[in-house]
């Protein structure tokens, strides 16, 4: 076996060859002043955090299915499985619909459908973000134990919440067969995009914050926090108009962007002039900012955890 | 043909405790520096591996021994690929399973045939395969119907059994177990035992890391005394264990020096 040639790439870089797995591992060492030497050891962590990625993707079977152990084992023993989260979301929504349709005076066929939308897409937000931060430290026993790509853990937590995310939806149709609401039917593949940036950006966010939470554990309850507020900062149980003058703190508002692209076209709304444009340029800062710190600290993490 | 080698492989980690694990401590300690500094310096850096190199290839049972402490852990952890080296580099060809921890990659909420598939999953196994092969780890195991039960009830043996059986469903080429498997009762270990010499016969590799010498002895033919990361030994099983025989009496006859003075 050409053993040699198979590992000339980078550090960890798994090859198959002659039906065989050849695994390296190199130090990515953190050398002193020697400058040469850094410009190496950054390149393999590049090298080594775009394959961890690209494996991670590459290994989708083993996240779905992990995903979908995680539902089942969650809901052991509930009769209504999954949907306990759906009665809650419907409990919420109509219990908030009477109130807030006469705080705001608006009438209840148009609230509802904004609430109910509104709320069960910052639930999928939220949800990414608050349990991003243990993607790691939550798996720790399976880091500790089998070589699988960071990034996987990742993978497996927004897939989870997809998968939340669609027992809830089920909610939308029937909120908007009770409250009729002019339809844009070409306009709703455009939920479509809108969710995929949403998932991408938790795929970022949960690498990040997994990272900063296995490493300083005061972390999780602060974003605990943090979440919250912005909840009742975002407008999900207000629409922005009702800021008046004042708007664009609303429209500016990266959260709101994400329920943007989504509720619009589902209530026949136009979306906000910049929602799309601002949604994609968050989208790139928070994978530059997340692939930076992997890159950077990819290796520790098993120490971490 | 499978094959493992380490050059000067060294790891050293930060061992964060107390305030250094809080983000607002090390915050503050960065702007006041002063008192509050010394408290986020809780960081201790453990060498636990210091430029240790070896070989070995297809057919090598090679075990690990040395106190508590020693690196074992950190060793095999660096073989299954969980540690990256901080210096040197690791390479290594073919299947590697791991058996560090019994309970890993068991939840034990699901009952134990859940667990087989699940682990099964952790290991590259898709689950139709993994069903394909559960008949045979159950009989493996001698649980009958406590596989029907969750693995949380299950007893320290029991679990050991269970994670046994299923890592091993597959020949790996190279095996890497921890020294918890020898928890197990006898009729197990030689049960075991035979599954792993089947392994071996069929060229692959087999570390393991263990306290003990009668395990070593037996299973192994190679093998290294590992002391503070180093390597002190390195070579045939029998001059291992005298080595460690030898550290262990120099250690006792230290602390006993201690002790009467």
Known sequence: ????????????????????????????????????????????????????????????????????????????????????????????ISSMGVIYSKLFHT???????????????????AGMI?????????????????????????????????????????????VLIIFPHPIAWMRLVEIFPGLLLAAVNGVAISIFLGMICARFRDVPPIVASVVQVIFFLTPIMWPPAALGSNQWWAVLNPLYTVIDVVRSPLLGMPT???????????????????FMFFTRFRARIAFWV | MSFVRLEDVSVE???????????????????????????????????????????????????????????????LKVLAGVFEPTNGRMTSTGHVTSLLDTSVGLNGDATGHENIILRG??????????????????????????????????SAGMMIRLAFAISTCIAPDILIMDEWLTAGDARFLAKAERR???????????????????????????????????IMTIGPIEEVIAAYRKLTEELLAIEAGAAAA
């Open chain 2, 121 to 154: 999953m952790y290991m590259g196994i898709r689950p139709r395969e993994m069903a394909e092969r559960a008949a045979s780890i159950a009989e493996f195991t001698e649980l009958g119907d406590y596989l029907d039960m969750p693995v949380r009830t299950y």
């Open chain 1, 130 to 174: 608050t349990e991003g931060c243990g993607t790691f430290d939550a798996v720790r026993g399976i880091i500790q134990q089998v070589k699988l790509p960071f990034s996987l853990h990742a993978f497996r937590l927004v897939y989870r919440n997809i998968l939340v995310l669609a027992h809830s939806f089920v909610i939308i149709p029937i």
């Open chain 2, 196 to 230: 792993i010499a089947e392994f071996v016969g069929h060229s692959s590799i087999l570390v393991l890391a263990s306290h003990s010498m009668e395990l070593v002895e037996r299973w192994c033919t190679r093998g290294l005394l590992l002391h503070h990361g180093r």
């Open chain 1, 107 to 125: 009438p209840m066929k148009d609230y509802l459908p904004l609430l109910t939308v509104g709320l069960i897409i910052w639930n999928f937000i």
């Open chain 2, 13 to 75: 980690f930060p061992i964060y405790q107390g305030s250094s694990r809080s983000l607002k401590k090390v915050l503050l300690a960065s702007t006041t520096r002063g008192n509050l500094a010394r408290d986020a310096r809780d960081r201790i850096n453990v060498r636990a591996l210091n430029e240790i190199s070896f070989e070995l290839r297809s057919g090598d049972r090679f075990a690990l021994v040395g106190a508590n402490g020693a690196g074992k852990t950190t060793l």
């Open chain 1, 272 to 290: 906000s002039p910049h929602s799309w444009s601002i949604l994609a340029i968050v989208t790139l800062c928070n994978c530059a900012l997340s």
């Open chain 1, 1 to 92: 076996m050409r053993f040699a040639r198979a590992v000339s790439g980078v550090g960890r870089a798994t090859t198959f060859q002659d039906g065989c797995r050849v695994t390296q591992l190199e130090a990515v060492s953190e050398p002193a002043a020697d400058t040469i030497v850094d410009l190496l050891a950054s390149s393999t962590r590049v090298a080594l955090a775009v394959a961890d990625i690209r494996d991670g993707f590459a290994q989708r079977w083993l996240w779905i299915q992990l995903a979908h152990q995680d539902m089942r084992l969650r809901y052991r023993g509930s009769m209504l499985g999954p949907f306990w989260q759906t009665i809650t979301t419907v409990v919420l």
